[in-house]
């Protein structure tokens, strides 16, 4: 059964920082590019951040160029999202992602809430 599973958000204050996961089973791992989502309510889900199966290779949207990073350990079958200076507009549910077998496999999301 592919899965994927996100955990680390919360609620934190502007400035602050947060590092989500998700930890993937049931499909190659390293063979997979991974992506992070994100969806805010009455908004539609926007793409944050892409790395390659390797790591080697990493793309971002506009919006948290420089204040976030993502990382993989295929060691471990996890993807992490490291947010940095943290933004209320960067409020959001955020989804872990990968294509698999000609279709998207999408984790449950996690809540990020940036708030004073």
């Known amino acids: 059964q592919v899965q994927l599973v996100e955990s680390g958000g919360g609620l934190v204050q502007p400035g602050g920082s947060l590092r989500l996961s998700c930890a993937a089973s049931g499909f190659t791992f390293s063979s997979r590019a991974m992506s992070w989502y994100r969806q805010a309510p009455g908004k539609e889900r926007e793409l944050v951040a892409t790395?390659?199966?390797?790591?080697?290779?990493?793309n971002y949207a506009d919006s948290v160029k420089g204040r976030f990073t993502s990382s993989r350990d295929n060691s471990k079958n996890t993807v992490y999202l490291q947010m940095n200076s943290l933004k209320p507009e960067d409020t959001a549910m955020y989804y872990c992602n990968t294509r698999w077998r000609a279709a998207d496999v999408w984790g449950q999301g996690t809540q990020v809430t940036v708030s004073s």
């Open positions: 790395i390659s199966n390797t790591g080697g290779f990493r």
